[in-house]
């Protein structure tokens, strides 16, 4: 199956800091990325649709300017979470899929961001 | 938009049979399974299209119903490598949405010997 990278895959930072998530999709090109949140024992929450070459699309009460999601190419999307806060810790996963091929959405295997 | 999922948790002995369910108030485009485990990345299992139909993977099978937007996984003969937590994402109408999915909060699976 097609494979998805995500780096890091762990990242510990201090309040007010920015860190930089990567989303790679390795063998095939992602014409959409999705970027989840998950806290512990809860579900996927999605947080923004990343289109390439285009503005990425919020969901509702997803602050766009504290997540700043880039899809430069078709295989590479970044979600930077600015100004990083302790509450803004969680499990964020990215994935990826062909948006013209009803086809699964190939995840990545995570990052574990801890903000102290 | 977060679809329903029940039960939250399910206990069973390796051979038992679990069903999971997933239920929408919207109309759906499609559902989608995975599997996750502790600390890792959820794992695909199947996708059913609307159109109801019905799916097998190995042991593992799933139904849509489109007309009540359920659907329902089937874990039969359960071995202790099912057990995870089982997530049904729900896609709604794909011209709007383009593929988004929407999870429900998950169905902890636990397998015993």
């Known amino acids: 199956g097609a494979v998805v990278s995500q780096h890091p895959s762990r990242v510990i930072c201090k309040s007010g800091t920015s860190v930089k998530i990567e989303c790679r999709s390795l063998?095939?090109?992602?014409?959409?990325m999705f970027w989840y949140r998950q806290f512990p024992k809860q579900s996927l929450m999605l947080m923004a649709t990343?289109?390439?070459?285009?503005?990425?699309?919020?969901e509702q009460g997803v602050e766009k300017d504290k997540f700043l999601i880039n899809h430069a190419s078709l295989t590479l999307s970044t979600l930077t979470v600015t100004s990083a806060h302790p509450e803004d810790s969680s499990f964020y996963i990215c994935?990826?899929?062909?948006?013209?091929?009803?086809?699964?959405?190939?995840f990545g295997p995570g990052t574990r961001l801890t903000v102290l | 938009q977060q679809p329903v999922q029940s039960p939250q948790a399910v206990i069973l002995r390796e051979g038992e049979d679990a069903v999971i369910n997933c239920s929408s108030s919207?109309?759906?485009?499609?559902v989608h399974w995975y599997r996750q485990k502790h600390g890792e990345a959820p794992v695909f299992l199947m996708i059913?299209?609307?159109?109801?139909e019905q799916k097998g993977h190995e042991k593992i099978s799933a139904s849509f119903n489109e007309k009540k937007q359920q659907s329902s996984l089937y874990l039969t003969a359960s071995q202790l490598s099912y057990s995870g937590t089982y997530f049904c994402?729900?896609?709604?109408?794909?011209?709007?949405?383009?593929?988004?999915?929407?999870f429900g909060r998950g169905t902890q699976l636990t397998v015993w010997p």
């Open positions: 994935s990826a899929s062909d948006r013209y091929a009803v086809t699964e959405q190939f």
């Open positions: 063998d095939f090109q992602a014409t959409t």
């Open positions: 990343s289109n390439e070459g285009s503005k990425a699309t919020y």
């Open positions: 919207k109309a759906l485009y499609s």
């Open positions: 059913l299209l609307k159109g109801g």
């Open positions: 994402g729900t896609e709604l109408d794909r011209g709007s949405t383009l593929g988004r999915l929407y």
